[in-house]
């Protein structure tokens, strides 16, 4: 079946825009997940969905950035007012279910410019 | 912060020849995995292996896990140079399957 995937692969913007991502899970996956990487970075997580549950936002670096899971399926990370640190590859990875020993299927990411 | 560690940051070796990296965390976890990663953009899951695991093996992957240490190794046998790629350890140490992963490691496998 289909991977998770992400759009845009690519996105340039000027500093104060907002942006959206987006992450389609892979079908029948209940947990998603988003990290950020910096250049030459490991993975930073983000934020988590699980069900209906409330999401964990621990990770999320700021107010400007936010998410939300629709129908328990598609995900969009916002980012308002971004600023150039925002720069970053930001992956989604979705899994069967929350918790232990669950491996996670990465998108291919979105390669964020903020200029 | 990042939980893991990996150690060494580069490495670079011969077609044919094993590559090693070890990765260092630093609380109890559930399991630990690695990932690859090519041309920084997505990630490939190639294995796991449980607290109460010692060592797994994956076709020319091996991973071992020592707990009272809290490292973990990676060894890949007659590496080739579609290896070629960043390798990250991710600790999952709670309840929601969260992945803390550490700063990885940079194979270079020269034809």
């Known amino acids: 079946g289909a991977g998770v995937s992400q759009s845009p692969s690519n996105k340039v913007t000027e500093k104060g825009k907002d942006v959206e991502l987006r992450c389609d899970p892979i079908s029948g996956h209940t947990a998603l997940y988003w990290y950020r990487q910096s250049l030459g970075q490991g993975l930073e997580f983000l934020i988590y969905f699980q069900g209906n549950s409330a999401p964990d936002k621990s990770g999320l670096p700021s107010d400007r950035f936010s998410a939300e899971r629709t129908g328990g399926s598609v995900s969009t990370l916002t980012i308002q007012r971004t600023q150039q640190e925002d720069s970053a590859v930001y992956l989604c990875a979705s899994s069967f279910d929350r918790g232990r020993n669950n491996e996670q299927f990465f998108g291919p990411g979105t390669r964020l410019t903020v200029l | 912060s990042q939980q893991g560690e990996e150690d060494p940051q580069a490495l670079s070796i011969q077609e044919g020849e094993n590559a090693t990296m070890n990765c260092s965390y630093k609380?109890?976890?559930?399991?630990l995995q690695w990932y690859r990663q090519n041309s920084g953009r997505g990630l490939v899951h190639l294995i796991l292996?449980?607290?109460?695991?010692r060592e797994k093996h994956s076709g020319r992957l091996r991973v071992t896990l020592d707990t009272s240490k809290k490292s973990s190794s990676l060894l890949i046998t007659a590496s080739r140079a579609a290896d070629t790629a960043s390798y990250f350890c991710?600790?999952?140490?709670?309840?929601?399957?969260?992945?803390?992963f550490g700063q990885g490691t940079t194979l270079q496998v020269k034809p």
């Open positions: 609380t109890s976890i559930n399991n």
């Open positions: 991710a600790t999952d140490s709670g309840n929601t399957g969260k992945l803390i």
């Open positions: 292996i449980r607290s109460n695991e």
